[in-house]
C-alpha cells in the first residue's frame, strides 16, 4: 500500500502535465486517467513511469455517473494509502453570445464539468475515507468562473462557478477528516482546449492581455496543483488558487 494521485483528463494538456510531473513530487502511483483518448494516455502513462513513478490508464466518461463508480471500484483494487485527487477533465464549447446558449449545449457542458467533477469529488471521498488516510484534492475550476466569459462561453463560465461553490462546501464537510480540498483557476493556457471547443486562434487573438502579457502553459499549472496536493500546502484548504499571470 502505498500513495496514490488520481487525475481525470490525463490524456492532454494540464492533467497530462501534471500526471508527467507527479514522480517529481513524491507520488509513486498514478492514475492515468481519460475519456476517448487512449493514445495520448498512453503517452502520458509513458512518460510517468519514465519519471520512476508507476502508471495505471483507466477509462471512464465522466458524463456518465456509473463509469465513475465502476473506475473507483478499480482504483479501489489498487490499495491505495494516501489518495490525491486532480479533477481535472473538462471542455469548453463554441464561442457563442448568450443567446445561442442551448439548452442541449448547456446540458453537455455541466453533465462534464460539474455533474462529473461533482460524482468525481464524491467517489474519491468515499475512497479516501474507506482506506483512512486522509488526503487531498484539487478540482480544476477556471478564471472564468470569476470574469464570466461574456460573448464566450456563459455557460462554462458558470459551470466553473459550481466547481468553485463545490469546493468551498466540500473543503469545510471533510476538513476534520484530513481531507485537504482545493480548486484551481487557471488562466488562458496552451493547451488544445481552445481548438477543441472551436477557436484555435483565442491564444493568438486573446493570449497576450493578461497582465503578464503571455498565455500560461500547462506545467505552470500543475507545479501550482502539486503544491496543492502536498504536505508543503498542510495548512490549505477550501482556497481558490488563481495561476492567471494576474488576469
Ligand atoms: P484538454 O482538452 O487538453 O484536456 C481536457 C481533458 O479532459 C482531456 O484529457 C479530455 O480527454 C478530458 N475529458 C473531456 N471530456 C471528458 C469526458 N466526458 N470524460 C472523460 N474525460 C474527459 O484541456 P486543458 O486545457 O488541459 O483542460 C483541463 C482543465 O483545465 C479543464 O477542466 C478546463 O476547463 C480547465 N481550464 C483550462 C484552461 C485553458 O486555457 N487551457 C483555462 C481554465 C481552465
Excluded at 488520481?6 to 508527467?20: L, P
Excluded at 493568438?204 to 502553459?217: E, F, L, N, S, V
Amino acid at each position: 500500500m502505498s500513495d496514490l494521485l488520481i487525475v481525470t483528463g490525463a490524456s492532454a494538456g494540464i492533467g497530462a502535465a501534471t500526471a508527467r510531473m507527479a514522480g517529481f513530487n513524491g507520488w509513486s502511483r498514478v492514475v492515468v486517467h481519460y475519456g476517448r483518448d487512449k493514445d495520448g494516455a498512453e503517452d502520458t502513462a509513458a512518460m510517468v513511469e519514465s519519471m520512476g513513478a508507476q502508471a495505471y490508464l483507466l477509462q471512464a466518461d465522466v458524463s456518465k455517473p456509473k463509469a465513475i463508480e465502476k473506475m473507483f471500484a478499480k482504483i479501489s483494487e489498487l490499495k491505495p494509502g494516501k489518495i490525491g485527487l486532480v479533477n481535472n477533465a473538462g471542455i469548453t464549447a463554441p464561442t457563442a453570445s448568450f443567446a445561442d446558449l442551448t439548452p442541449d449545449r448547456v446540458a453537455q457542458v455541466f453533465g462534464v464539468n460539474v455533474f462529473g467533477a461533482l460524482e468525481v469529488a464524491r467517489q474519491c471521498l468515499l475512497l479516501m475515507r474507506a482506506w483512512d488516510k486522509g488526503g487531498a484534492m484539487v478540482n480544476v475550476s477556471s478564471a472564468s468562473a470569476r470574469l464570466g466569459s461574456p460573448h464566450m462561453y456563459v455557460d462554462y463560465a458558470a459551470s466553473k462557478g459550481a466547481v468553485e461553490t463545490m469546493t468551498l462546501g466540500l473543503a469545510e464537510e471533510v476538513a476534520a477528516e484530513g481531507i485537504r480540498v482545493n480548486a484551481i483557476r487557471p488562466g488562458l493556457i496552451e493547451t488544445a482546449i481552445h481548438a477543441k471547443g472551436g477557436a484555435p486562434d483565442r491564444l493568438d487573438q486573446i493570449g497576450h492581455t493578461p497582465p503578464m502579457g503571455r498565455p500560461g502553459t500547462a506545467d505552470e499549472v500543475a507545479e501550482a496543483i502539486l503544491w496543492l496536493l502536498s504536505d508543503r500546502a498542510s495548512y490549505v484548504t477550501r482556497t481558490i488558487m488563481d495561476v492567471t499571470g494576474g488576469r
